[in-house]
């Protein structure tokens, strides 16, 4: 597979998204792309709802075919559209080359610019202002021309999962920016939507990249409702959900958008440590709430016990993990989980924060899980473990006491213990049963990204954690740094 992904999202931004395309020449990514969302491509000859080429003069075999056509690459490209008589849009990835993590229509300056200024953060300062500084050329349309641009010829309006939303739920003209997951084809995108005149989102709208696909969105309501019948912590940090609705056999949903920062991008920002440690402080504090706030008897925990004994445990079995480990837990209470607190889907903004994606969402869990995981992913970026290798060392050091921040854990986890008097004993078992938990599903995510996309994966971050933690000597049920 291309190690250049996901340029091929830019085919979401047109009003019709298609189901033929055409590829003249090797545009970098597409083919690879196109196949993983179930795409046909068909050659430059053949009728085709897009045609696709990083070479302009390409371009005019491809219109004889297909009504739209895009060029991913050439800056001067929109130029020759517009002689060949093509309404054209300009399309910015960011990054401007790679893989993008974010895809903005340059006419549409205020959308354009809140990309550029939000949607990559750098730990250095002078790239931050020069985010700020083409930011503002963009709002006053002097921005230099990009060393390269997807330009769209042939096609007009909003995106048709922009136009299809606005319809459903009443949101009348909405401006947009799309922005990209990363990883595997299962993660969704998301168009941020921006009334009139606007310089910040309203309204958020994911979407799935491959027809059909709506096992996130099922859940999504599943949590929408659950979060509303608990209220109180839980429900005053989350969004509201408005609706779903399905285009052209693509699910979407649509919910309130979290005004403010992701937490991922505020960590990477030239701060302190002390700075960022006291954004984490809050959110740390928040998950104590939700664990006291809805604490139940131990009784409530039992069906999560007999799913984790019977579906979980025996996949772990070659490694040695004791298939009655869940019953042989001490008793604690059953606690909300919300399962993915992670720094992606945390929003920080002058009011404090909100949380994003409770798809995977249950009333009664176990009271450590999501203290441990928050604090597992956030603390390597305070700690600047930000490549891959050093993320996986990072998980081992922070949680064997030999990381910078494994006293700011060991403290968040002290805390949970006293408020909510579980048992010391209890929670090596408990953080065990919780990255084993993990490292399933993220497998069986894993292999249902690779059957859907036809292309291998390599294992995520949650399989290499749960076999570390199996695997390293004071980790696993031997576990007990937290304490020190």
């Given at each position: ?366 009271p450590l899980a999501d203290l441990l995981y928050f604090g597992v ?52 078992a408990m953080a065990t049963l919780n990255w084993l938990d993990r ?46």
């Amino acid at each position: 597979m291309s190690s250049l992904q996901h340029r091929a999202d830019a085919l979401f931004t047109l009003p019709r998204i298609p189901q033929r395309v055409a590829l003249a020449g090797d545009p970098p990514g597409w083919e690879d792309d196109l196949r993983e969302r179930g795409i046909e491509i068909v050659g430059p000859g053949c009728p085709a709802d897009l045609g696709v080429a990083s070479d302009p003069v390409a371009v005019e075999r491809l219109a004889l075919h297909a009504p739209v056509v895009i060029v991913d690459g050439d800056p001067a490209a929109p130029s020759m559209l517009r002689r060949r008589g093509f309404r054209v849009t300009r399309l910015l990835t960011l990054p401007v080359s790679g893989t993008p993590v974010a895809i903005v229509d340059l006419d549409q300056p205020r959308t354009a610019a809140y990309g550029i200024e939000h949607a990559i953060v750098h730990p250095e300062r002078w790239r931050m202002l020069r985010n700020r500084l083409a930011a503002t050329l963009v709002r006053r349309r002097l921005l230099p021309t990009p060393k390269r641009l997807v330009s769209v010829g042939g096609a007009g309006g909003s995106p048709a999962l922009v136009a299809a939303a606005c319809e459903e739920f009443d949101l009348g003209e909405r401006g947009w920016l799309m922005l990209v997951s990363l990883g595997a084809i299962v993660r969704r995108n998301a168009f941020l939507l921006f009334p009139p005149a606007a310089g910040t989102p309203a309204e958020a709208l994911k979407f799935a990249r491959v027809r059909g696909y709506g096992a996130q969105f099922d859940r999504d309501e599943r949590a929408a409702a659950l979060v509303a019948a608990i209220g109180g912590a839980v429900a005053a940090r989350a969004p509201r959900h408005i609706g779903r609705l399905r285009v052209d056999g693509y699910e979407a949903s649509v919910e309130t958008v979290a005004p403010g920062e992701k937490l991922s991008a505020l960590l990477r920002r030239p701060l302190s440590r002390k700075a960022k440690l006291a954004v984490l402080d809050p959110v740390a504090d928040w998950l104590v709430q939700v664990g006291r706030e809805t604490a139940a008897p131990p009784e409530a925990l039992e069906p999560e016990l007999d799913r984790l004994e019977r579906e979980v445990l025996p996949f772990w079995t070659s490694h040695g993990v004791d298939p009655l480990l869940a019953r042989s837990l001490p008793r604690v209470p059953a606690t909300f989980q919300h399962w993915d607190v992670a720094e992606e889907n945390i929003v920080v903004s002058g009011d404090g924060f909100l949380v994003l994606d409770w798809e995977f969402a249950h009333r009664h869990g176990l009271p450590l899980a999501d203290l441990l995981y928050f604090g597992v992913h956030v603390l390597r970026i305070v700690d600047g473990r930000l490549t891959e290798a050093e993320r996986d060392r990072h998980f081992v050091e922070v949680l064997t006491g030999r990381a910078p921040s494994s006293p700011v854990l060991f403290r968040w986890i002290r805390r949970l213990v006293e408020e909510l008097d579980l048992p010391p004993e209890s929670v090596a078992a408990m953080a065990t049963l919780n990255w084993l938990d993990r490292g399933k599903l993220s497998k069986e995510e894993h292999q249902r990204a690779e059957e859907l996309g036809g292309v291998a994966l390599a294992d995520s971050f949650a399989e290499r954690a749960s076999v570390a933690w199996l695997e390293h000597p004071d980790l696993g049920e031997n576990w007990n740094a937290w304490q020190s």
